[in-house]
């Protein structure tokens, strides 16, 4: 076992026992809370903005269906190009190959516990389904900048 893995078990362990606190003060309780309300938030922007979900979310995933002639590799690079990190991903009843699958997933763990507001959780849903319809890249990367400027980074 890696030294790295059994401090992260240990921690999740006091954090989910009470014992310790994220940084913010939130419990793992309310954390966990917090994570699913944004990544719903997360998926329903993405609705919103005309992709498909593959089924409503009820953990920390959640996974959208781009459209057939979008290449989930090349919107995968796109978007870690410009600070989001996700995986293309297949879907039930894939017509794609598993290289470029046709689905995307996406979380929210990571930035919920930088303490995300459930307005940029909204402008990332938007800047995610900007990249999908090939805005400029650049433009996003400002966007992403501004989220990530202003969240805190105590991990």
């Known amino acids: 076992p890696h030294f790295n893995k059994i401090a992260a078990i240990g921690q999740a362990c006091l954090e989910i026992l ?5 940084p913010d003060g939130r419990d793992f309780k309310t ?18 903005a005309g992709l498909k979900i593959m089924s ?7 996974l959208c269906v ?10 995968q690079k796109q978007l870690d190009d410009i600070g989001i990190v996700c995986n293309r991903n297949s879907v039930p ?4 190959s598993m290289w470029k699958p046709s689905g995307l997933r996406l979380g929210t763990a990571a930035i919920t516990s930088r303490g995300t507001t459930d307005e940029q959780i909204v402008e990332l ?5 900007d990249c ?11 966007r992403v900048k501004a989220i990530v400027d202003n969240i805190n980074w105590w991990y």
């Open 66 to 75: 781009l459209p057939q002639e979008s290449d989930s590799l090349q919107v």
């Open 125 to 129: 849903g938007n800047i995610i389904a």
């Open 31 to 48: 954390y966990s809370k917090d994570v699913i309300r944004q990544t719903k938030l997360l998926e329903t922007t993405i609705a919103n």
């Open 18 to 22: 009470g014992e310790d606190v994220y």
């Open 93 to 96: 009843f894939e017509t794609k």
């Open 56 to 62: 409503p979310t009820q953990t920390h995933l959640m």
């Open 132 to 142: 999908v319809n090939g805005k400029d890249p650049e433009a996003l990367k400002t």
